[in-house]
């Protein structure tokens, strides 16, 4: 008699994505989303034909950008890749084609060939970088009687650090796993640059015939 063969495990999950944005930049493009929307309804319903096809020119040009470089920035990472949603452009990184992540001036992730991606959604905030050095400067500080002040668990990072910490870690847990294996791929955001371009053309011509 045979024995049945046992049932195949059920595949293992994917890992959900821990995501990265700037809550400063969305708010910021969000209120210029309002206010490019005011300003262009109004010169639509209110203002004379060229000015309306100029407001359509604008509001088509200027959309697009505002959204791209606000509130378009993400960074999604999980235990099997890492995906930099950039203005114009989308970069799908395995963790084995990840070679470092630098913070400097920017953040920054290079892939295996040498290639740099900016990481938008994560930006460098030098203010929040000494805001940080300061809490640990005074963590660090003996109080008024003399005594020395508890220590936090881990040193006191800004929150862009932080992230780019957690990144590394991840990079350098995952790059050997078996699923995190591949090269980079790169997708152009043609949702954005599309409108964008049409809206600058658009600009040009107007403005040229007068």
Known sequence: MTTPEPPSPAATPQSQDRVY??????????????????????????????????????????????????????????????????????????WAAVSSLRAGYS??????????YQLWAIPVSLRARKKAARRQTQAAAADPQGRTSAL?????RASGDQAMDDLRQLAEERASAEGAQGGPVV????????????????????????
Do not use: C, H
């Open 152 to 156: 936090p668990s881990g040193p006191v």
């Open 21 to 94: 944005r700037s809550p400063a930049g969305i708010a910021g493009g969000v209120m210029l989303l309002a206010l490019g929307a005011w300003l262009g309804i109004d010169a639509l319903v209110n203002g004379e034909a060229r000015v309306r096809w100029l407001a359509l020119a604008g509001l088509l040009l200027a959309v697009p950008l505002v959204v791209a470089f606000t509130v378009r920035p993400a960074v999604y990472a999980n235990d099997d890749r890492l995906r930099v949603r950039n203005p114009f452009r989308t970069i799908t990184l395995p």
């Open 187 to 210: 997708r152009w955001a043609y949702e954005i640059v599309g409108p964008a371009v049409l809206g600058a053309i658009l600009l040009v011509v107007l403005l040229a015939v007068g």
């Open 107 to 116: 953040n920054e992730v290079f892939d295996q060939s040498g290639t740099k």
